[in-house]
T-cell receptor, first 113, second 111 residues
Framework: AQSVTQLDSHVSVSEGTPVLLRCNYSSSYSPSLFWYVQHPNKGLQLLLK??????LVKGINGFEAEFKKSETSFHLTKPSAHMSDAAEYFCVVTMGSARQLTFGSGTQLTVLP | EAGVAQSPRYKIIEKRQSVAFWCNPISGHATLYWYQQILGQGPKLLIQFQNNGVVDDSQLPKDRFSAERLKGVDSTLKIQPAKLEDSAVYLCASSPRYEQFFGPGTRLTVL
């Protein structure tokens, strides 16, 4: 079975400071991992994905994530937060031919002026 | 490229009533998914279609939920009768192969 645990339900940062959203995964096999962002009243948007290539993955809007197999982690980072980054972020794991996504419970990011 | 379309965007019904949601996936996407997202939780897969066939409906409460994808394009999800705990956002996603593209969702409130 596969699962992801997002370690913080809420994260608050000041604009211009670094962002760290934490995610640990559990998977019997080599997983594919994703981060999605959900702005209010909008659909989920893919930020980045790891599919067993480079362990440091760069995504849109300056976000990146590092796959660490030894720590079973896939934390999302951004060097400098912007007000428009305020949203809900989901860590997602998938495996198998059906490509079904298993979502974490989400982390609400607040960016303070 | 047009995205995944869903309607209605909002729906309020009384418990024990019926409701239906519609999804139009991105043209050419063979795989279509329906998810339920309860407030404060991540989306949970309800059903997955490949063209017009069901791949997985193991988490669909079949006593009250049904879904179809006639002709392998549009899809409808129906709840009959609705319960209070069905209040959630219902998300549709489509995929050409690996990446899933999500629609804006339908927010259902059951009173």
């Amino acid at each position: 079975a596969q699962s992801v645990t997002q370690l913080d339900s809420h994260v608050s940062v000041s604009e211009g400071t670094p962002v760290l959203l934490r995610c640990n995964y559990s998977s019997s096999y080599s997983p594919s991992l994703f981060w999605y962002v959900q702005h209010p009243n909008k659909g989920l948007q893919l930020l980045l994905k790891y599919t067993s290539a480079a362990t440091l993955v760069k995504g849109i809007n300056g976000f990146e994530a590092e796959f660490k197999k030894s720590e079973t982690s896939f934390h999302l980072t951004k060097p400098s937060a912007h007000m428009s980054d305020a949203a809900e972020y989901f860590c997602v794991v998938t495996m198998g031919s059906a490509r079904q996504l298993t979502f974490g419970s989400g982390t609400q990011l607040t960016v303070l002026p | 490229e047009a995205g995944v379309a869903q309607s209605p965007r909002y729906k309020i019904i009384e418990k024990r009533q019926s409701v239906a949601f519609w999804c139009n996936p991105i043209s050419g996407h063979a795989t279509l998914y329906w998810y339920q997202q309860i407030l404060g939780q991540g989306p949970k897969l309800l059903i997955q279609f490949q063209n017009n066939g069901v791949v997985d409906d193991s988490q669909l409460p079949k006593d009250r939920f049904s879904a179809e994808r006639l002709k392998g394009v549009d899809s409808t999800l129906k709840i009959q009768p609705a319960k209070l705990e069905d209040s959630a956002v219902y998300l549709c996603a489509s995929s050409p192969r690996y990446e899933q593209f999500f629609g804006p969702g339908t927010r259902l409130t059951v009173l």
